[in-house]
């Protein structure tokens, strides 16, 4: 089993900028494809962004493209998304999530996840 353990969340005004960190520890964290979800209060868990294992591949939700920018550190064991140019309807509950298949390609639905975090909040004000 892996744990993570997301970190970063806050309060930013819009325009601003946050970094989100996901630290793994326990199953091989290096073969599996990560993701972030968020999850904003009355909707369905949605899909933001995911990475390859390799960290060669990424995919990106449409609202997000050229504002995040996901990554992963191998050697660390951990995945970050840096979220620019931050609108209100940003605000949610972010979560990190690993992939249930070794060296599967990143995909955007979150039954292809098997592990997930705790979640951070970030909050957007206008």
């Known amino acids: 089993q892996v744990q993570l353990v997301e970190s970063g969340g806050g309060l930013v005004q819009a325009g601003g900028s946050l970094r989100l960190s996901c630290a793994a520890s326990?199953?091989?964290?290096?073969?599996?494809?990560a993701g972030w979800f968020r999850q904003a209060p009355g909707k369905e868990r949605e899909f933001v962004a995911a990475?390859?294992?390799?960290?060669?591949?990424?995919y990106y939700q449409d609202s997000v493209k050229g504002r995040f920018t996901i990554s992963r550190d191998n050697a660390k064991n951990t995945v970050a998304l840096q979220m620019n140019s931050l609108k209100p309807e940003d605000t949610a509950v972010y979560y990190c999530?690993?992939?249930?298949?070794?060296?599967?390609?990143?995909?955007?639905?979150?039954?292809?996840?098997?592990?997930w975090g705790q979640g951070t909040q970030v909050t957007v004000s206008s």
């Open positions: 326990g199953r091989t964290f290096t073969s599996y494809s």
């Open positions: 999530a690993l992939s249930s298949v070794p060296y599967s390609a990143p995909r955007p639905a979150p039954r292809e996840y098997d592990s």
């Open positions: 990475i390859s294992w390799s960290g060669r591949y990424t």
